[in-house]
């Protein structure tokens, strides 16, 4: 583990590296359960209504919109993270009842919409998902406990996972007569392969921390009480190289399984034609002081 307590090197800050959270942001977030830390290039969003075991709605998912797209210019690693027993307990069951969720849209009320207010109404429930990996920054989940449906699928849309060891997780959205549609099939799959992936959730069974860490669920596993320490040991060793080199690497690994060779080639050209230039102004600036 010494390569994760490297010391970061200097990197250029965010441009707007420093600003304030707006209000209406801190509101919506506050209003979902949620709590935005921001602390140099580092910033974490944490889930923070243990009471109800972190359970979403439509809000937590488009207070994690807004938040991914305002930490996008504003830090180089977001760990997302929660407080209480578990990470998430999934959807509010409440989104079941026809009475639904006071003030948000719940099962009856989506299944009345017509194709279109529906496709849209989920694509906007998703980008509180997808920007998670579609941002520039590196993203990090430090799942303890329970990770159930959209819990599941919020760590599975961060770029990198670590659990502690009391971390379950499960995608119980088919054994509820669903099907999991907030982006989580195809990390998962990714990471696990069709077979596994269709196994883990035509079962809704539990996949210990253990059993993640063998499939390649996640990228580690510690401790409960060394969770954070572990999350502070990665941040400080993905902050370490410049944060441009890292920003322009991202997406070359992130989207290479859907080109061919030689479009691979070609983005690896282009981001580093890229980088030299921004290198080279680098170290003609430091030469010129």
């Given at each position: 583990?010494?390569?994760?307590?490297?010391?970061?090197?200097?990197?250029?800050?965010?441009?707007?590296?420093?600003?304030?959270?707006?209000?209406?942001?801190?509101?919506?977030l506050?209003?979902?359960?949620l709590?935005?830390?921001?602390?140099?290039?580092?910033?974490?969003?944490?889930?923070?209504?243990?009471?109800?075991?972190?359970?979403?709605?439509?809000?937590?998912?488009?207070?994690?919109?807004?938040a991914?797209?305002?930490?996008?210019g504003?830090a180089?690693?977001?760990?997302?993270?929660?407080?209480?027993?578990?990470?998430?307990?999934?959807?509010?069951?409440?989104?079941?009842?026809?009475?639904?969720?006071?003030?948000?849209?719940?099962?009856?009320?989506?299944?009345?919409?017509?194709?279109?207010?529906?496709?849209?109404?989920?694509?906007?429930?998703?980008?509180?998902?997808?920007?998670?990996?579609?941002?520039?920054f590196i993203?990090?989940?430090?799942?303890?406990?329970?990770?159930?449906?959209a819990?599941?699928?919020?760590?599975?849309?961060?770029?990198?996972?670590?659990?502690?060891?009391?971390a379950?997780?499960?995608?119980?959205?088919?054994?509820?007569?669903?099907?999991?549609?907030?982006?989580?099939?195809?990390?998962?799959?990714?990471?696990?392969?069709?077979?596994r992936?269709?196994?883990?959730?035509?079962?809704?069974r539990?996949?210990?921390?253990?059993?993640?860490?063998?499939?390649?669920?996640?990228?580690?596993?510690?401790t409960?009480?060394?969770?954070?320490?572990?999350?502070?040991?990665?941040v400080?060793?993905?902050?370490?190289?410049?944060?441009?080199a890292?920003?322009?690497?991202?997406?070359?690994?992130?989207?290479?399984?859907?080109?061919?060779?030689?479009?691979?080639?070609?983005?690896?050209?282009?981001?580093?034609?890229?980088?030299?230039?921004?290198?080279v102004?680098?170290?003609?600036?430091?030469?010129?002081?």
């Open positions: 583990m010494s390569e994760l307590t490297a010391e970061p090197q200097s990197a250029a800050p965010p441009s707007e590296q420093g600003a304030a959270p707006p209000a209406s942001l801190l509101h919506d506050t209003s979902a359960g709590r935005l830390e921001c602390a140099g290039r580092r910033a974490d969003v944490v889930l923070c209504a243990p009471d109800r075991r972190n359970a979403q709605t439509p809000a937590t998912w488009g207070a994690l919109a807004a991914g797209a305002w930490l996008s504003r180089d690693v977001v760990v997302l993270r929660a407080e209480g027993p578990s990470f998430s307990a999934g959807l509010d069951r409440r989104a079941f009842t026809p009475e639904g969720i006071p003030g948000e849209p719940g099962l009856f009320q989506l299944a009345a919409l017509d194709d279109a207010a529906l496709d849209a109404r989920i694509a906007g429930y998703q980008a509180g998902f997808t920007v998670w990996s579609s941002a520039p993203s990090l989940a430090a799942v303890a406990g329970h990770a159930v449906g819990g599941f699928q919020l760590a599975l849309a961060c770029d990198l996972r670590i659990a502690a060891d009391d379950v997780f499960a995608m119980k959205e088919p054994t509820l007569g669903l099907v999991p549609d907030l982006g989580g099939t195809g990390p998962l799959v990714a990471a696990v392969g069709y077979p992936a269709l196994e883990i959730c035509a079962t809704g539990w996949v210990t921390a253990a059993e993640a860490a063998s499939l390649g669920l996640v990228q580690a596993v510690t409960t009480a060394d969770l954070l320490g572990t999350v502070q040991a990665w400080t060793a993905l902050l370490a190289a410049p944060a441009g890292v920003r322009a690497t991202k997406p070359l690994l992130r989207d290479a399984p859907g080109r061919a060779p030689q479009q691979q080639l070609a983005a690896e050209r282009s981001a580093q034609a890229g980088r030299l230039r921004a290198l102004g680098e170290l003609s600036g430091s030469a010129d002081r």
